[in-house]
Each structure stands twice: as structure tokens, then as C-alpha cells.
């Protein structure tokens, strides 16, 4: 099993372009997530998906788009990036949502805005 | 809102000692804490996940600790090794977990 794949690893964006982060996991799970993860700051969720169809808002969504077609897919799609969106963001997942359940975390796009 | 305290600074030791980080909780009285491992440009990796009336849970050399009066959770690696050196993570939380901001342990030979 792969896990969580997230591609790409690096990207340069220049101001204003757009780009989606792919992310996809193998183990069934119903439970996805974004996060961002800037130096100093911790892990913020920008959005998370209960299940195919199904998505909502974390802490920091602005700037941000999800979709969940699939149970194996979740996207993160940004429109017009923004100095502000350079960080490396992560993708998880999770049987269920209980505080007894761990995620599962691909290794990240490193994302760049110049 | 809840939120998850971790410091923020290195935790320098020898090989072979005890290293001991602290995780505290504000706001929240959460029945889980679980402990997440991040090396250099990888994600976390989940280790340890402890419940409030565990006290305490081991796993090879790690010991976990929560002590709901404190509001604190310690994370323990005895007998360090140098392979042991990165960032550990805390994180709690109903439906959506919240991480602290990890301690970054560095462990010389």
C-alpha cells in the first residue's frame, strides 16, 4: 500500500497563476484533509472532506478550493496565488474522525509563490 | 478554542539519556492525545495515542504520560539514539485534530 500520495513534491508559482495539489490515499478511508505548515506555526487545516461529495472549511480556507469526487481523491486547488500561500502543504487521512483516531500524512508539496 | 502547547525550542541531549518532551492543553479537555514524529521533509508519522484515564502508555522506548490535573501530556525516548532526532509533535481533538507546533529533539553521539 502507497498510503498517501501527494504530487507534486516542489512547485514555483509566480503571482496571480493557478495550480491544483493532488493528493491520494489507498487504505479506503473516509476522512481527508488539507493542512498548511509554515516554519514556527504548526499545522492549520485549510479544509477537510467526511467523504465523497462531502467537504467543509478548517481554520485558514481563504484562497482555497476542495472537491471529493472519489473516495480516494482530494484535490486543493488555488486560484490566484499569493505570496502568502507559500508553504508545504500536506494531505491526510483517517478511518474516522473520533479523537482516538491517528491520520495518515503523505510527505507534502513544497510550494513556492514568487 | 482549544489549543495544544508544545516548546518551541530544541531539546539538545547525549545518546543513551532520557529525553522528555511536554505537551499542554488549554481550553479543552480532550479524552485522547496523540504523538506524531516528523522528520525533515517528510510528513508526520503517528507513534503513540494515549487516553485520559491511561496515565500512561509504552511502545518499545517510548513512554507517554497524561496527567489531567497538569493538563499536560510528556512524551518520554529512553535510551536515545541519534536516528531518534526530529520534530514530535502533539496533537488532540474531536472531528478535527489540533497540532501543536512540535519540539525538535537532536540527540549527538
Known amino acids: 500500500n502507497a498510503g498517501v500520495t501527494q504530487t507534486p513534491k516542489f512547485r514555483i508559482l509566480k503571482i496571480g497563476q493557478s495550480m491544483t495539489l493532488q493528493c491520494a490515499q489507498d487504505m479506503n478511508h473516509n476522512y481527508m484533509y488539507w493542512y498548511r505548515q509554515d516554519p514556527g506555526m504548526g499545522l492549520k487545516l485549510i479544509y477537510y472532506?467526511?467523504?465523497?461529495?462531502?467537504?467543509d472549511k478548517g481554520e485558514v480556507p481563504n484562497g482555497y478550493n476542495v472537491s471529493r469526487s472519489t473516495t480516494e481523491d482530494f484535490p486543493l486547488r488555488l486560484e490566484l496565488a499569493a505570496p502568502s500561500q507559500t508553504s508545504v502543504y500536506f494531505c491526510?487521512?483517517?478511518?474516522?474522525?473520533?479523537?482516538?483516531?491517528?491520520?495518515?500524512f503523505g510527505d507534502g508539496t513544497r510550494l513556492s509563490i514568487l | 478554542s482549544q489549543k495544544i502547547e508544545q516548546n518551541s525550542e530544541a531539546l539538545n541531549i547525549q545518546e543513551g539519556k532520557t529525553a522528555t518532551l511536554t505537551c499542554n492543553y488549554t481550553?479543552?479537555?480532550?479524552?485522547?492525545l496523540q504523538w506524531y514524529r516528523q522528520d525533515p521533509g517528510r510528513g508526520p508519522v503517528f507513534l503513540l495515542l494515549i487516553r485520559e484515564n491511561e496515565k500512561e502508555k509504552r511502545k518499545e522506548r517510548l513512554k507517554v504520560t497524561f496527567d489531567t490535573t497538569l493538563k499536560q501530556s510528556l512524551f518520554h525516548i529512553t535510551a536515545s539514539q541519534p536516528a531518534d532526532s526530529a520534530t514530535y509533535l502533539c496533537a488532540s481533538g474531536f472531528q478535527k485534530l489540533v497540532f501543536g507546533t512540535g519540539t525538535r529533539l537532536l540527540v549527538s553521539p
Open positions: 481550553n479543552y479537555s480532550p479524552a485522547y
Open positions: 472532506s467526511v467523504g465523497a461529495g462531502i467537504t
Open positions: 491526510a487521512s483517517s478511518f474516522s474522525t473520533g479523537e482516538d483516531q491517528p491520520q495518515h
